[in-house]
């Protein structure tokens, strides 16, 4: 095949290129994936997710150097392994952000990148179970689901972050992406997850001017006279070059899309030049920016027996799979959540800075068998995250080989202002159980172990445990300065026919889970690369 795109990499933004590029007016696409297929049924099993996480077969094992803010803690970096990318094995929760989010990009120069031009494209990707109207779409490739896995002690949670003065929503794409409610789900009417895989390439894997190449590493991106002009990656062991008569998009996501540019020579010249790699231009801000969103976490007891954990006694469990199994939803076919949201602490931020999910579960929850096994505590885990963090972090080769594997380095809690507000976040969120109803429904803290007396123990249990939530971004900045990578079309400065296409690109952190906007930005640049006029 001699293909007019390459894309590099089937996640999120890599399957909609791959769909959009090889339609109607497009061309011959070949899309590279380093990893496999995401057929098994973990994969499709929304309560499996975590399952996923952490095992070889399914991400890449990727975790950070020791990170200064967490006294030097390296922590776990979940990326997606195969077809799909990171979007088959998130946790399926669907929303964007709030408007603002985008609207301050447009503010940095890029003037098409505001809320209003994006969401045409939100739309346009959308199959949501609302129906269309002037905020949802219903004709795209997204199933979106409504949460089905609901818990007893929703209501309470709901009620009381209501008397605190916080929106209650039943619908995030509305009311500025803010509020408290049970979050939709990139799910099907069956229960089953939807990846970018699942929308966007396997309805279309007869294309005859599609080609997907599984198993394919990218060594570098071959570029002649200043020009991307192909690819050479190692398919099943083979070494291959291929070269591209139009365009090479970079869809790798905000860790590999970096070191791919880095091992093309494309960054800063004096580090290239130190690790052997011959500097084809001076990008000074590839690896640059890097950020995600701090998480930190406790969990509590509750006063009636009523959490998760009744759901995993085996029978009940065995019962629940096949449920599942047969099309018919369940708790397999959405994660435990007593409720999620995105609020603003401060009410002169424009877009919400604390994120929250509380969990029906815990991490160790597991099956249990009536006389065999004891079932665990029943607990809830409230999970917290910093929506707009100023820490950043950076992405660097830590050897010219393309199997080794970069350096990640995000930073989490260095800026001060970041460990100041997860402490206030902490101590919000404890002071909420604690209130009225949902205060009838809250035991005793459990982790951390002790109570925290002052600033100095939360601030040491907060770097014992706080981690990212796995939504990175801005690696490959987007932007008009000279630090940026990317212009507004997504075009690597200085290189013709290249372009970065995933989260790389986004110049801020969004307040929301980043998969719908990856999709979407993906969805605006094939319109880009294709000419046509913006929706």
Same mark, same amino acid.
């Given at each position: 095949m001699n293909p007019d795109y390459i894309v590099i990499g089937a996640g999120s933004a890599g399957c909609v290129l791959a769909n959009r590029l090889s339609g109607a007016g497009g061309g011959k696409v070949l899309l590279l994936e380093a990893g496999g297929t995401t057929r098994s049924i973990l994969y499709r099993m929304p309560l499996a997710a975590t399952k996923l996480w952490f095992n070889p077969k399914t991400s890449w094992g990727l975790w950070s150097e020791p990170e200064p803010g967490l006294d030097g803690r390296k922590i776990p970096v979940p990326r997606g392994k195969g077809l799909g990318g990171s979007s088959a094995i998130n946790g399926t929760i669907y929303?964007?952000?709030?408007?603002?989010?985008?609207?301050?990009?447009?503010?940095?120069?890029?003037?098409?990148?505001?809320?209003?031009?994006?969401?045409?494209?939100?739309?346009?990707?959308?199959?949501?179970?609302?129906?269309?109207?002037?905020?949802?779409?219903?004709?795209?490739?997204?199933?979106?689901?409504?949460?089905?896995?609901?818990?007893?002690?929703?209501?309470?949670?709901?009620?009381?972050?209501?008397?605190?003065?916080?929106?209650?929503?039943?619908?995030?794409?509305?009311?500025?992406?803010?509020?408290?409610?049970?979050?939709?789900?990139?799910?099907?009417?069956?229960?089953?997850?939807?990846?970018?895989?699942?929308?966007?390439?396997r309805p279309i894997s007869s294309r005859p001017s599609l080609t997907i190449e599984m198993f394919a590493q990218v060594q570098k991106i071959i570029i002649e006279n200043g020009c991307a002009t192909g690819v050479e990656y190692l398919h099943n062991g083979k070494r291959k070059r291929v070269r591209a008569s139009r365009e090479v998009i970079v869809a790798a996501g905000a860790i590999a899309s970096?070191?791919?540019?880095? &091992? *093309?020579?494309?960054?800063? @010249?004096?580090? %290239?030049?130190? +690790?052997?790699?011959? =500097?084809? /231009?001076?990008?000074? #801000?590839?690896?640059?920016?890097?950020?995600?969103?701090?998480?930190?976490?406790?969990?509590?007891?509750?006063?009636?027996?009523?959490?998760?954990?009744?759901?995993?006694?085996?029978?009940?469990?065995? &019962? *629940?799979?096949?449920?599942? @199994?047969?099309? %018919?939803?369940? +708790?397999?076919?959405? =994660?435990? /959540?007593?409720?999620? #949201?995105?609020?603003?602490?401060?009410?002169?931020?424009?877009?919400?800075?604390?994120?929250?999910?509380?969990?029906?579960?815990?991490?160790?929850?597991?099956?249990?068998?009536?006389?065999?096994?004891?079932?665990?505590?029943?607990?809830?885990?409230?999970?917290?995250?910093?929506?707009?963090?100023?820490?950043?972090?950076?992405?660097?080769?830590?050897?010219?080989?393309?199997?080794?594997?970069?350096?990640?380095?995000?930073?989490l809690l260095t800026a001060p202002n970041d460990m100041a507000r997860m402490k206030a976040f902490y101590r919000l969120l404890t002071g909420m159980i604690r209130q009225?109803?949902?205060?009838?429904?809250?035991?005793?803290?459990?982790?951390?172990?002790?109570?925290?007396?002052?600033?100095?123990?939360?601030?040491?249990?907060?770097?014992?445990?706080?981690?990212?939530?796995?939504?990175?971004?801005?690696?490959?900045?987007?932007?008009?300065?000279a630090a940026a990578v990317v212009n507004a079309e997504c075009k690597v400065h200085g290189i013709e026919n290249l372009r970065v296409v995933d989260a790389s690109i986004f110049p801020t952190q969004i307040s929301g889970n980043p998969h719908a906007a990856i999709m979407a930005v993906g969805d605006k640049v094939s319109d880009m690369i294709l000419g046509r006029a913006a929706l």
């Open positions: 929303n964007r952000g709030s408007p603002h989010d985008y609207n301050q990009w447009r503010d940095l120069g890029l003037e098409c990148w505001d809320y209003a031009a994006l969401l045409p494209y939100f739309r346009r990707i959308e199959n949501h179970w609302r129906g269309a109207d002037a905020v949802h779409g219903d004709s795209g490739e997204v199933a979106v689901s409504p949460a089905s896995n609901r818990s007893p002690f929703t209501p309470a949670f709901l009620e009381t972050a209501r008397q605190m003065g916080w929106a209650v929503t039943d619908d995030f794409l509305t009311n500025d992406g803010e509020g408290i409610g049970l979050s939709d789900l990139n799910v099907d009417r069956r229960g089953r997850r939807v990846s970018a895989a699942d929308a966007f390439l970096p070191q791919i540019l880095l &091992l *093309s020579g494309v960054g800063p @010249a004096d580090e %290239l030049a130190a +690790i052997g790699i011959e =500097p084809v /231009i001076d990008l000074p #801000g590839v690896g640059r920016n890097l950020n995600d969103q701090p998480g930190g976490s406790f969990e509590f007891t509750v006063k009636q027996p009523l959490s998760f954990v009744r759901n995993l006694r085996a029978d009940r469990f065995a &019962l *629940s799979l096949a449920q599942w @199994a047969l099309g %018919l939803g369940g +708790i397999a076919a959405g =994660p435990p /959540i007593v409720a999620t #949201g995105s609020v603003r602490t401060n009410v002169s931020d424009r877009s919400p800075d604390l994120r929250l999910n509380l969990a029906a579960a815990t991490m160790l929850s597991k099956v249990w068998y009536p006389g065999i096994s004891k079932p665990g505590p029943h607990k809830l885990m409230m999970s917290f995250g910093l929506a707009h963090p100023e820490s950043r972090g950076c992405i660097t080769l830590a050897s010219a080989d393309p199997a080794v594997p970069p350096r990640i380095r995000y930073n009225p109803p949902f205060a009838d429904i809250a035991g005793e803290i459990t982790r951390p172990a002790a109570p925290l007396d002052d600033d100095a123990a939360l601030e040491r249990y907060l770097k014992s445990v706080a981690g990212t939530t796995s939504h990175p971004m801005g690696s490959c900045r987007m932007g008009i300065d």
